[in-house]
T-cell receptor, first 109, second 111 residues
Framework: EDQVTQSPEALRLQEGESSSLNCSYTVSGLRGLFWYRQDPGKGPEFLFTLYSAGEEKEKERLKATLTKKESFLHITAPKPEDSATYLCAVTGANSKLTFGKGITLSVRP | DGGITQSPKYLFRKEGQNVTLSCEQNLNHDAMYWYRQDPGQGLRLIYYSQIVNDFQKGDIAEGYSVSREKKESFPLTVTSAQKNPTAFYLC??????????FGQGTRLTVV
């Protein structure tokens, strides 16, 4: 059974304080690993797709990396508007999209 | 504009009633999904469909039913057999590469 574990559950940062969010996964036949951002009361917003170990993607202050067992979402010099829940998901050979529980990020001004 | 449309945004159900949540997409995606989200929880998969007229149970399918008669539409029925239906329901469709795009959700409350 595919599994996704995200840590920590919650993270509080000062504006400008860089950090990383972790996503560990087990999946049969990884087809893709995905990162999403979710604001309260809204649907998740797609951020990145990573397909193979060693791949990296960047968007503004966010950078996602992938190894064979985990992915990291690095946040450089975060701003208060980066506060949200960040979700990690994987798709395996069965095409089922499995999510972790998410990491709630709060960035204080 | 292309996207996923869920309706209604808020839905109230009396105990013992069946209700149907609508999900429509115009992204020409083959795969569609229904998830349930409870406070402080991640997304749990209810049902998913990879092609028209075919669908599979997810991790928490009991008390729910779906149909996929058209590529664009994937309605979810919450039946009276679902004992704890109050939750936030999210519909998604995905590309062949697995990138999923979500609707804005339906918040269902049992009254």
């Amino acid at each position: 059974e595919d599994q996704v574990t995200q840590s920590p559950e919650a993270l509080r940062l000062q504006e400008g304080e860089s950090s990383s969010l972790n996503c560990s996964y087990t999946v049969s036949g990884l087809r893709g690993l995905f990162w999403y951002r979710q604001d309260p009361g809204k649907g998740p917003e797609f951020l990145f797709t990573l397909y193979s170990a060693g791949e990296e993607k960047e968007k503004e202050r966010l950078k996602a990396t992938l190894t064979k067992k985990e992915s990291f979402l690095h946040i450089t010099a975060p701003k208060p508007e980066d506060s949200a829940t960040y979700l990690c998901a994987v798709t395996g050979a069965n095409s089922k999209l499995t999510f972790g529980k998410g990491i709630t990020l709060s960035v204080r001004p | 504009d292309g996207g996923i449309t869920q309706s209604p945004k808020y839905l109230f159900r009396k105990e013992g009633q069946n209700v149907t949540l609508s999900c429509e997409q115009n992204l020409n995606h083959d795969a569609m999904y229904w998830y349930r989200q409870d406070p402080g929880q991640g997304l749990r998969l209810i049902y998913y469909s990879q092609i028209v007229n075919d669908f599979q149970k997810g991790d928490i399918a009991e008390g729910y039913s779906v149909s996929r008669e058209k590529k664009e539409s994937f309605p979810l029925t919450v039946t009276s057999a679902q004992k704890n239906p109050t939750a936030f329901y999210l519909c998604a469709s995905s590309t062949r590469q697995g990138e999923a795009f979500f609707g804005q959700g339906t918040r269902l409350t049992v009254v």
